[in-house]
């Protein structure tokens, strides 16, 4: 066993090899030579607003996806460090050429002290970090986020590794004997150069066109690794072994030795077994751009050539401070005609790559209501330079927006005329909900409305909406959802109405649930309607008949009293008559299916 020992020891101090830090370095001559030929035989009129050539370093996390093939012995996460330096290519292509270092720790779960023919014997553990060390190259794709500060990289590369340690041994000597010891667990690690590949995913911010802070996320995996094979035991002599020696009986705590001495293996050298080895992890990158930046200076305006620029507009609401999405943006000249429209993205960006040099404004229109005007100068227009102006929107008011849904589905209503009641003043404002059921209103401060929908052959929810307690300079956006239902001739349509036990009182939520149909027949000047009560089977016939009767009686007085004309509105009780299930006299039943027989409907009558 002492030269497992030495082993561990010489292993230990050659974890950093050459061989990566060799490749590496004429890896990066090849690729420095060809940024400088690129860039001397690159046409002169292309630019790039942040250099060509960038350089960056990495330092994360690494969590291992491999194991052993038992429970005593796991791998753990451990620190990443990593090189990159990229090529930058038109079309948002590139190159790239990575180094990475990744330490992982085996980690022994045999407990310090186990039993030896139920004697103590405390156990010696010894192990070896496990050093990954891996060279790659490959393409690149730079995606704009549509903010010039912000872009996502995805890298794959293909390279090589070095794997070396990862060696774990554990020993006990035996409680009669200290010259004795037994082996209970001997990993032997790995000692291999092998093919791998990786997968990068980096979110770059730039401070600067020079300087960007980045959080990256990246797979990594080395195939057909080949575990290490040769061992000294001691008192054996040379032997090959199977990886992952295990010399005792899997028993739970306090572990036992087994009687039998640790098996071994023989593995035939032209036969080694192999194993692919994966990770993925998380960093954080500092990278710093070289190469040309355009210059500041501004141009005459004859003498700049009339080529096509980008402009990149943000609409922001001013008392918040936060992008709107969804506004509409237009860039007019001086004259007022409209040269170019967009519509702010999710990051409150419109992006226009199409303008001409000239002198033109900025503005935009946020649900109606203009914002500020920005001007955008001739000077400005400089080679290369991607524009930025900011519009804002300083209107007082909150944005309700809402949408219609189908209730049940929950798919989108169209063509519903949404009122919107200020309860404190009496105002009514009205729009009409989009193909996709969408509508906007605007809320005063300190203010509580009424929100209900308007559409042939529906029954709209009534909801509310306040703005009481709401601060302008941190809230925008009030959402609201409003909920409508098929409302048909001859089918009924079921209202959330309940009543006090043998009572037929409306209680206030269930007036509130009758406003609904309040509203619809108001708004419905021709239209009829049922209104009948239903019981459940419990009771006797006559009972239930009369409570029904006075129930429905009870809702449509309600109605009456809202401005809705008698004639228009009927009241029918059926007790138990119209069983929506089986649970009739004599049938038990849940008290849920009796519950589901006592109900309001509301029938449109076309006759």
Request: glycine content about 8%.
């Given at each position: 066993m002492n030269n497992f020992l030495q082993n561990l020891e010489l292993r230990a101090n050659r974890t950093m090899k050459a061989s990566p830090f060799t490749a590496l370095f004429l890896s990066l001559l090849f690729l420095l030579g060809s940024v400088s030929g690129w860039?001397?035989?690159?046409?002169?009129?292309?630019?790039?607003?942040?250099?060509?050539?960038?350089?960056?370093?990495?330092?994360?996390?690494?969590?291992?996806?491999?194991?052993?093939?038992?429970?005593?012995?796991?791998?753990?996460?451990?620190?990443?460090?990593?090189?990159?330096?990229?090529?930058?290519?038109?079309?948002?292509?590139?190159?790239?050429?990575?180094?990475?270092?990744?330490?992982?720790?085996?980690?022994?779960?045999?407990?310090?002290?186990?039993?030896?023919?139920?004697?103590?014997?405390?156990?010696i553990k010894q192990s070896l970090q496990l050093n990954r060390q891996y060279v790659g190259f490959g393409p690149s794709y730079t995606i704009d986020l549509g903010s010039p500060r912000f872009t996502l990289l995805v890298a794959p590369t293909a390279g090589y590794s070095w794997l070396s340690g990862g060696d774990a041994l554990v020993e006990s000597t035996q409680p009669t004997n200290d010259l004795l010891t037994e082996t209970l667990l001997l990993n032997t690690g790995f000692e291999a150069g092998v093919w791998s590949g990786k997968i990068d995913l980096e979110l770059?911010?730039?401070?600067?066109?020079?300087?960007?802070?980045?959080?990256?996320?990246?797979?990594?995996?080395?195939?057909?690794?080949?575990?290490?094979?040769?061992?000294?035991?001691?008192?054996?002599?040379?032997?090959?072994?199977?990886?992952?020696?295990?010399?005792?009986?899997?028993?739970?705590?306090?572990?036992?030795?087994?009687?039998?001495?640790?098996?071994?293996?023989?593995?035939?050298?032209?036969?080694?077994?192999?194993?692919?080895?994966?990770?993925?992890?998380?960093?954080?990158?500092?990278?710093?751009?070289?190469?040309?930046?355009?210059?500041?200076?501004?141009?005459?305006?004859?003498?700049?050539?009339?080529?096509?620029?980008?402009?990149?507009?943000?609409?922001?609401?001013?008392?918040?401070?936060?992008?709107?999405?969804?506004?509409?943006?237009?860039?007019?000249?001086?004259?007022?005609?409209i040269v170019a429209t967009g519509t702010t993205n999710s990051f409150g960006v419109a992006d226009f790559g199409q303008i001409a040099h000239g002198n033109y404004t900025v503005s935009g229109l946020v649900y109606e209501v203009e914002t500020t005007v920005a001007t955008l100068m001739d000077e400005e227009f400089r080679p290369g330079a991607v524009i930025q102006k900011q519009v804002f929107y300083n209107d007082l008011r909150f944005i309700l927006r809402g949408r219609t849904v189908q209730k049940g589905p929950q798919t989108p209503e169209p063509n519903v005329i949404v009122s919107l009641t200020n309860e404190r003043t009496g105002g009514v404002q009205q729009d009409n909900s989009d193909g996709r059921g969408e509508f906007v209103f605007r809320l005063?401060?300190?203010?509580?409305?009424?929100?209900?929908?308007?559409?042939?052959?529906?029954?709209?929810?009534?909801?509310?909406?306040?703005?009481?307690?709401?601060?302008?300079?941190?809230?925008?956006?009030?959402?609201?959802?409003?909920?409508?239902?098929?409302?048909?001739?001859?089918?009924?349509?079921?209202?959330?109405?309940?009543?006090?036990?043998?009572?037929?009182?409306?209680?206030?939520?269930?007036?509130?649930?009758?406003?609904?149909?309040?509203?619809?027949?108001?708004?419905?000047p021709q239209a009829r309607v049922e209104l009948s009560s239903h019981t459940d089977s419990r009771g006797s016939d006559s009972y239930n008949f009369d409570l029904s009767d006075r129930r429905a009686r009870s809702a449509v007085d309600y109605i009456i009293s809202k401005g809705v004309p008698a004639r228009r509105i009927i009241a029918q009780g059926y007790g138990e008559s119209r069983l929506l299930n089986r649970c009739a006299d004599g049938v038990p039943c849940s008290e849920a299916e009796h519950r589901l027989n006592r109900r309001t409907e509301a029938k449109l009558l076309c006759n």
């Amino acid at each position: 066993m002492n030269n497992f020992l030495q082993n561990l020891e010489l292993r230990a101090n050659r974890t950093m090899k050459a061989s990566p830090f060799t490749a590496l370095f004429l890896s990066l001559l090849f690729l420095l030579g060809s940024v400088s030929g690129w860039t001397q035989t690159a046409p002169e009129e292309e630019t790039f607003s942040r250099g060509i050539f960038s350089l960056g370093i990495e330092a994360g996390y690494d969590q291992p996806l491999f194991s052993t093939p038992y429970q005593e012995l796991r791998y753990r996460g451990n620190r990443y460090l990593g090189i990159d330096a990229d090529i930058r290519l038109p079309a948002n292509f590139g190159l790239r050429l990575g180094y990475a270092n990744i330490v992982t720790n085996p980690r022994i779960l045999i407990p310090d002290v186990i039993f030896f023919d139920t004697l103590p014997s405390p156990t010696i553990k010894q192990s070896l970090q496990l050093n990954r060390q891996y060279v790659g190259f490959g393409p690149s794709y730079t995606i704009d986020l549509g903010s010039p500060r912000f872009t996502l990289l995805v890298a794959p590369t293909a390279g090589y590794s070095w794997l070396s340690g990862g060696d774990a041994l554990v020993e006990s000597t035996q409680p009669t004997n200290d010259l004795l010891t037994e082996t209970l667990l001997l990993n032997t690690g790995f000692e291999a150069g092998v093919w791998s590949g990786k997968i990068d995913l980096e979110l770059n911010y730039y401070l600067t066109d020079n300087l960007s802070l980045g959080l990256g996320f990246y797979y990594l995996r080395h195939f057909g690794v080949p575990f290490d094979q040769n061992l000294d035991l001691n008192g054996v002599g040379a032997v090959t072994i199977a990886h992952g020696e295990n010399g005792f009986v899997h028993t739970p705590n306090p572990y036992t030795l087994s009687a039998d001495p640790p098996m071994i293996v023989p593995i035939e050298r032209d036969k080694p077994k192999c194993l692919d080895l994966a990770s993925a992890g998380v960093n954080v990158s500092l990278r710093y751009t070289f190469g040309s930046v355009p210059k500041e200076e501004g141009c005459d305006v004859c003498a700049c050539p009339n080529d096509q620029h980008r402009v990149v507009v943000t609409v922001i609401d001013e008392p918040t401070q936060q992008i709107i999405p969804g506004a509409d943006v237009a860039i007019k000249d001086i004259a007022g005609n409209i040269v170019a429209t967009g519509t702010t993205n999710s990051f409150g960006v419109a992006d226009f790559g199409q303008i001409a040099h000239g002198n033109y404004t900025v503005s935009g229109l946020v649900y109606e209501v203009e914002t500020t005007v920005a001007t955008l100068m001739d000077e400005e227009f400089r080679p290369g330079a991607v524009i930025q102006k900011q519009v804002f929107y300083n209107d007082l008011r909150f944005i309700l927006r809402g949408r219609t849904v189908q209730k049940g589905p929950q798919t989108p209503e169209p063509n519903v005329i949404v009122s919107l009641t200020n309860e404190r003043t009496g105002g009514v404002q009205q729009d009409n909900s989009d193909g996709r059921g969408e509508f906007v209103f605007r809320l005063e401060p300190n203010s509580d409305y009424k929100v209900v929908g308007k559409k042939e052959n529906k029954l709209s929810d009534i909801e509310r909406a306040s703005t009481m307690g709401l601060v302008r300079s941190t809230t925008l956006f009030v959402d609201l959802e409003l909920g409508v239902e098929n409302f048909d001739c001859g089918r009924g349509t079921i209202l959330d109405i309940k009543y006090p036990f043998d009572e037929a009182v409306l209680t206030p939520e269930s007036r509130f649930e009758l406003d609904r149909l309040v509203h619809y027949l108001l708004d419905h000047p021709q239209a009829r309607v049922e209104l009948s009560s239903h019981t459940d089977s419990r009771g006797s016939d006559s009972y239930n008949f009369d409570l029904s009767d006075r129930r429905a009686r009870s809702a449509v007085d309600y109605i009456i009293s809202k401005g809705v004309p008698a004639r228009r509105i009927i009241a029918q009780g059926y007790g138990e008559s119209r069983l929506l299930n089986r649970c009739a006299d004599g049938v038990p039943c849940s008290e849920a299916e009796h519950r589901l027989n006592r109900r309001t409907e509301a029938k449109l009558l076309c006759n």
